[in-house]
């Protein structure tokens, strides 16, 4: 199975910092790499797909990228409705594997 | 709109099975895989298995077989998945999963673009 990897598991930010998630694959899986997020009590929603493609209606201010085994996801103003968890998952192989979360909070 | 509109809560005791629903609406059930993801209370995200709601092939996580079957009905756009010999530690909440594909240069990436409500299992004696 593929493991990935989340950094950092927790931060703090303010609203309009600039603020940047790492993920890491236990190997190469190119750029089948997409990010979600999580608010409390919510199915997770898709943000980005294929390592850089921004899901339609998400804001321009998700982006994310890397290939291969390191991925970065950056929200480039945090806005107040973004404190939530993140995840990324790996779709190159089966068991499609998530990492173990990124909560941004106040 | 697409939507997925799952069963309701659920509690079970140690031992027994429970069978979530999935009802999709809003496109063509056939074209679309489904997948089903569990989240126990404060824990991460794990992806449970696959089937291909076109032909009903299945693809479980391999902790799991055995134990789960993931079943469709094309009549009424409708994704089962039923879970057996329950334990405390399959108290999570079930989502299912529309598996969406965006296909480029060859390749053919995937993921999930909509999601369920979710569906909260208990399992406690």
């Known amino acids: 199975d593929i493991q990935m990897t989340q950094s950092p598991s927790s931060l703090s930010a303010s609203v309009r910092d600039r603020v940047t998630i790492t993920c890491r694959a236990s190997?190469?899986?190119?750029?089948?790499l997409n990010w979600y997020q999580q608010k409390r009590g919510k199915a997770p929603k898709l943000l980005i797909y294929a390592a850089s493609s921004l899901q339609s209606a998400v804001p321009s201010r998700f982006s994310g990228s890397g290939s291969g085994t390191d991925f970065t996801l950056t929200i480039s103003s945090l806005q107040p409705e973004d404190f939530a968890t993140y995840y990324c998952q790996q779709s190159y192989s089966t068991p499609k594997t998530f990492g173990q979360g990124t909560k941004v909070e106040i | 709109q697409v939507q997925l509109v799952q069963s309701g809560a659920e509690v079970k005791k140690p031992g027994a099975s429970v069978k979530v629903s999935c009802k999709a609406s809003?496109?063509?059930?056939?074209?679309?895989?489904i997948s089903w993801v569990r989240q126990a209370p404060g824990q991460g995200l794990e992806w449970m298995g696959w089937i291909g709601t076109n032909n009903g092939n299945t693809n479980y996580a391999q902790n799991l077989q055995g134990r789960v079957t993931m079943t469709t009905d094309t009549s009424t756009s409708t994704a089962y998945m039923e879970l057996r010999s329950l334990t405390s530690d399959d108290t999570a909440v079930y989502y299912c999963?529309?598996?969406?594909?965006?296909?480029?240069?060859?390749?053919?990436?995937?993921?999930?673009?909509?999601w369920g409500q979710g569906t909260l299992v208990t399992v406690s004696s």
């Open positions: 809003g496109y063509t059930f056939s074209t679309y895989g």
């Open positions: 999963a529309r598996g969406g594909q965006y296909c480029s240069g060859g390749f053919c990436y995937e993921y999930f673009d909509y």
């Open positions: 190997q190469s899986i190119s750029t089948y």
